[in-house]
């Protein structure tokens, strides 16, 4: 049952009953309108209720529904609407906690509206590239007026019941009512039952004093803003259209941008990316009713770059944290970090002072083991190196308490290894927070041979806490994120090589839509960090080939922002990269030692190259069980690596290019003289979903 009927006096009442937010599916709709008709045709019925059970009045559309033919089956929201709006009793909205798109689409149809405050009311759909399709574009200006419906529009974003109310003349809500929701809307029926004729918004006017000065600079506005994403103009021109047009030809072209905007990539990305984030935080082998571990306490180790912004998530949190160093001066320097970073929140007012005070009384530091005992969960972020993880760990199994996970933020150290370090292997679990680890949202949770379910399961739920991200990976070289960006930077080399600059590669892979290219961002991390990973792998890997420019740069000290040279010049305290004649040269002189002669590379070739490059070792990552879905490998690539977010992240980018285009592309670099012909041997699973005309998701 996904809706109720029940007679209050001679009020009906229709109480959704979808959880959790009473999304509305198929079910559910039929339940109204068959409510709807069930009041009509009563006599003893004066006025009907509709409201939500348990934590909504509804969310929207059901998105188990998305997709598939029942989300269009009859009665669809706008015959829904429709039944309610032609209903000769009065429907009123009893509306609390949640009225998102349909939700509140619904509500509008209804004759009179009463919500408790604290309501989060909103239409969202731009933010899976759409504009709402049953209305909520034509009704709700006429509600609470052009522009303040329009701002809820374009940006998605939820405003407060009790704001909306204090709109001068607005219709959306009648009353807002503290208290018995219920009573209350019962209460109010009652009162307006016998009123006629029944108020419908669709018949008031949206109007605006200067509609085309007012509508040409909203355009402005969205488009400098939103210029990959079409939705928000769309936005605009249908608010336009109900200040312009009659209510029903709104609708019409309401609708028609909805089914045009459905077909477009950026929304396919948008809701791809929703649906992503959402299977991401499940484990297929791991039971959602897992037990987990209480997290009342963390320590840190190592107050360098990493562990700082590590803390922050906790100290935000509201988690207790505790920070061990090997020295006073190393602790001191990060404990300076972490408050300075707080003091310029406080100045841009973006945190309170006692806010601020408060997260640093949670924090405290010590240079003791002894102190870090009773810690639930303790985050390694010492130096990568084997020897000095090996140290800390085996401490670690020494003097923690039973039952505390030992995580490790290693980027490139096989957990496994470390694991074995300890006598509680099931303990112990990657967490690779990227940098600036207090910003990123990205958290890779690396499970280790040995991890053990409830391990994984508290460090899903606790990912959720501090906010981020968690997609699992298991145990490789670089994991999903890092594995994949080697295969890229390699042929970013590559390309240097045969003829192309830095600044030509970063401004083709950022008009793409990347926030930056490989070279701008090699500056930003520093260049060292990859000449370090280089060194060992061309141990470990004699026969894997690299291009030798960034050892060349690396060999001039050029190791980027840091030392104020990389790829780029820079001015002193400036970020701004300047095209180096000195990078430029050097790559001449090592192009000219290898014999090549320079071609000229199109923007495509260097886009696709890097772009498939991440898609064919996301393949392998995937074959290997490495990440559980494709999906998984976007979700890093989107909050991890600044992947555009209106491709949906690289494996879904490939299957709107579609797989057999791929494979077709990486054999013509096959033929490359200078490119590497194994690079681009296709994964046997792209290979395979190629040939079988098959994608990705
Ligand atoms: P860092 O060099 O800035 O900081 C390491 C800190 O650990 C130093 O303050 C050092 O004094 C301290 N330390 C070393 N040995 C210790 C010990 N035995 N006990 C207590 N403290 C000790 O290094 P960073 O960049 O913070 O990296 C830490 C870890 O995080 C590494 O495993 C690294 O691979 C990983 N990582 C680094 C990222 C980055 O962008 N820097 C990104 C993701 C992971």
């Given at each position: 049952m996904s809706a109720s009927y029940e007679l209050h006096g001679s009020v009906a009442v229709i109480t959704l009953n979808?959880?959790?937010?009473?999304?509305?599916?198929y079910e559910t709709r039929k339940g109204i309108t068959d409510g709807i008709a069930k009041a009509d045709s009563?006599?003893?019925?004066?006025a009907v209720v509709i409201t939500g059970a348990g934590k909504a009045f509804s969310g929207g559309?059901?998105?188990?529904?998305?997709?598939?033919?029942k989300a269009l089956q009859e009665p669809n929201l706008l015959s829904v609407i429709k039944a309610v709006e032609s209903s000769s009793k009065p429907v009123v909205a009893a509306i609390h906690s949640v009225c998102m798109g349909g939700g509140l689409e619904l509500a509008l149809g209804c004759h009179y509206r009463v919500a408790a405050p604290g309501t989060q009311v909103a239409l969202p759909e731009v933010k899976l590239g759409?504009?709402?399709?049953?209305?909520g574009t034509q009704r709700l200006p006429r509600a609470i007026g052009v522009e303040n419906a329009l701002n809820m529009i374009v940006s998605g974003d939820p405003v407060k019941s009790e704001v909306l109310a204090g709109?001068?003349?607005?219709?959306?809500?009648d009353r807002i009512v503290d208290g018995d929701l219920l009573q209350s809307a019962i209460a109010f029926a009652n009162e307006v039952a016998?009123?006629?004729?029944l108020p419908l918004v669709r018949e008031l006017k949206a109007t605006h004093a200067n509609p085309d000065g007012y509508f040409q600079f909203a355009r402005n506005t969205v488009s400098a803003v939103a210029?990959?994403?079409?939705a928000p103009g769309k936005c605009v021109d249908c608010v336009e259209a109900a200040v312009s047009r009659k209510f029903e030809d709104g609708m019409t072209f309401e609708r028609e941008q909805f089914a045009a905007l459905m077909l477009t990539p950026e929304s396919k990305a948008l809701r791809h990316a929703f649906f992503a984030e959402r299977a991401a935080?499940?484990?297929?082998?791991?039971?959602?009713?897992t037990p987990v571990r209480a997290i009342n306490k963390v320590a840190v180790i190592g107050a360098g770059t990493m562990g700082g912004g590590i803390a922050m998530n906790f100290l935000n949190a509201g988690v207790p944290v505790v920070i061990i160093e090997m020295k006073q001066d190393a602790l001191d320097r990060g404990i300076g970090v972490i408050r300075k970073n707080y003091e310029g929140q406080v100045k841009k007012g973006k945190l309170k002072q006692d806010k601020f005070e408060q997260r640093m009384s949670l924090l405290s530091t010590t240079l003791s083991y002894q102190d870090i005992r009773d810690a639930d969960l303790v985050i390694e972020a010492v130096f990568e190196d084997i020897g000095v993880k090996e140290q800390v760990f085996k401490t670690l199994d020494e003097v923690m308490k039973p039952g505390a996970i030992l995580a490790s933020n290693t980027s490139t150290l096989d957990v496994d290894k470390i694991a074995s370090?300890?006598?509680?292997?099931?303990d112990v679990v990657g967490m690779h927070f990227f940098s600036p680890a207090n910003v990123m949202k990205l958290l890779e949770v690396i499970r280790g041979e040995k991890t053990s379910k409830d391990v994984l399961a508290t460090v899903m739920q606790l990912a959720k806490k501090i906010k981020k991200t968690a997609v699992v990976s298991g145990v490789?070289?670089?994991?999903i994120g890092n594995r994949m960006i080697e295969q890229y930077s390699r042929q970013s080399g590559f390309l240097l090589e045969e003829g192309a600059t830095p600044e030509q590669v970063d401004r083709a892979v950022e008009k793409f839509?990347?926030?930056?290219?490989p070279f701008r961002m090699g500056d930003l991390a520093g260049n060292d960090i990859g000449w370090y990973i280089r060194k060992r792998r061309y141990l470990e890997k004699p026969n894997m080939r690299y291009s030798k420019t960034a050892d060349l740069l690396c060999e001039m000290g050029r190791f980027g922002q840091k030392t104020g040279a990389g790829w780029y010049d820079y001015k002193p305290g400036k970020r701004d990269a300047i095209p180096s004649t000195v990078v430029n040269e050097m790559i001449e002189k090592h192009r000219a030692e290898l014999g090549i002669k320079p071609r000229k590379i199109s923007d495509e070739e260097i886009v696709s190259r890097l772009v498939f490059a991440l898609v064919n070792e996301g393949a392998k990552i995937l074959e290997e069980g490495i990440?559980?879905?494709a999906s998984d490998i976007d979700m890093v690539y989107l909050t991890g690596?600044?992947?555009p977010l209106y491709r949906g992240g690289p494996m879904c980018y490939a299957d709107t290019v579609g797989l057999f285009n791929v494979v077709q592309t990486m054999k013509r670099f096959q033929?490359?003289?200078?490119?590497?012909?194994s690079f681009w041997e296709p994964a046997p699973l792209l290979a395979k979903l190629a040939e079988e005309g098959k994608s990705f998701s």
């Amino acid at each position: 049952m996904s809706a109720s009927y029940e007679l209050h006096g001679s009020v009906a009442v229709i109480t959704l009953n979808n959880p959790p937010v009473n999304g509305l599916g198929y079910e559910t709709r039929k339940g109204i309108t068959d409510g709807i008709a069930k009041a009509d045709s009563d006599a003893k019925v004066k006025a009907v209720v509709i409201t939500g059970a348990g934590k909504a009045f509804s969310g929207g559309a059901d998105i188990r529904e998305f997709g598939s033919p029942k989300a269009l089956q009859e009665p669809n929201l706008l015959s829904v609407i429709k039944a309610v709006e032609s209903s000769s009793k009065p429907v009123v909205a009893a509306i609390h906690s949640v009225c998102m798109g349909g939700g509140l689409e619904l509500a509008l149809g209804c004759h009179y509206r009463v919500a408790a405050p604290g309501t989060q009311v909103a239409l969202p759909e731009v933010k899976l590239g759409l504009v709402p399709g049953a209305g909520g574009t034509q009704r709700l200006p006429r509600a609470i007026g052009v522009e303040n419906a329009l701002n809820m529009i374009v940006s998605g974003d939820p405003v407060k019941s009790e704001v909306l109310a204090g709109i001068p003349g607005q219709k959306l809500f009648d009353r807002i009512v503290d208290g018995d929701l219920l009573q209350s809307a019962i209460a109010f029926a009652n009162e307006v039952a016998d009123a006629r004729p029944l108020p419908l918004v669709r018949e008031l006017k949206a109007t605006h004093a200067n509609p085309d000065g007012y509508f040409q600079f909203a355009r402005n506005t969205v488009s400098a803003v939103a210029k990959n994403f079409p939705a928000p103009g769309k936005c605009v021109d249908c608010v336009e259209a109900a200040v312009s047009r009659k209510f029903e030809d709104g609708m019409t072209f309401e609708r028609e941008q909805f089914a045009a905007l459905m077909l477009t990539p950026e929304s396919k990305a948008l809701r791809h990316a929703f649906f992503a984030e959402r299977a991401a935080s499940k484990i297929p082998d791991v039971p959602e009713d897992t037990p987990v571990r209480a997290i009342n306490k963390v320590a840190v180790i190592g107050a360098g770059t990493m562990g700082g912004g590590i803390a922050m998530n906790f100290l935000n949190a509201g988690v207790p944290v505790v920070i061990i160093e090997m020295k006073q001066d190393a602790l001191d320097r990060g404990i300076g970090v972490i408050r300075k970073n707080y003091e310029g929140q406080v100045k841009k007012g973006k945190l309170k002072q006692d806010k601020f005070e408060q997260r640093m009384s949670l924090l405290s530091t010590t240079l003791s083991y002894q102190d870090i005992r009773d810690a639930d969960l303790v985050i390694e972020a010492v130096f990568e190196d084997i020897g000095v993880k090996e140290q800390v760990f085996k401490t670690l199994d020494e003097v923690m308490k039973p039952g505390a996970i030992l995580a490790s933020n290693t980027s490139t150290l096989d957990v496994d290894k470390i694991a074995s370090f300890t006598k509680r292997p099931q303990d112990v679990v990657g967490m690779h927070f990227f940098s600036p680890a207090n910003v990123m949202k990205l958290l890779e949770v690396i499970r280790g041979e040995k991890t053990s379910k409830d391990v994984l399961a508290t460090v899903m739920q606790l990912a959720k806490k501090i906010k981020k991200t968690a997609v699992v990976s298991g145990v490789c070289d670089g994991f999903i994120g890092n594995r994949m960006i080697e295969q890229y930077s390699r042929q970013s080399g590559f390309l240097l090589e045969e003829g192309a600059t830095p600044e030509q590669v970063d401004r083709a892979v950022e008009k793409f839509g990347f926030a930056m290219g490989p070279f701008r961002m090699g500056d930003l991390a520093g260049n060292d960090i990859g000449w370090y990973i280089r060194k060992r792998r061309y141990l470990e890997k004699p026969n894997m080939r690299y291009s030798k420019t960034a050892d060349l740069l690396c060999e001039m000290g050029r190791f980027g922002q840091k030392t104020g040279a990389g790829w780029y010049d820079y001015k002193p305290g400036k970020r701004d990269a300047i095209p180096s004649t000195v990078v430029n040269e050097m790559i001449e002189k090592h192009r000219a030692e290898l014999g090549i002669k320079p071609r000229k590379i199109s923007d495509e070739e260097i886009v696709s190259r890097l772009v498939f490059a991440l898609v064919n070792e996301g393949a392998k990552i995937l074959e290997e069980g490495i990440a559980s879905r494709a999906s998984d490998i976007d979700m890093v690539y989107l909050t991890g690596y600044g992947f555009p977010l209106y491709r949906g992240g690289p494996m879904c980018y490939a299957d709107t290019v579609g797989l057999f285009n791929v494979v077709q592309t990486m054999k013509r670099f096959q033929k490359n003289p200078h490119d590497d012909a194994s690079f681009w041997e296709p994964a046997p699973l792209l290979a395979k979903l190629a040939e079988e005309g098959k994608s990705f998701s």
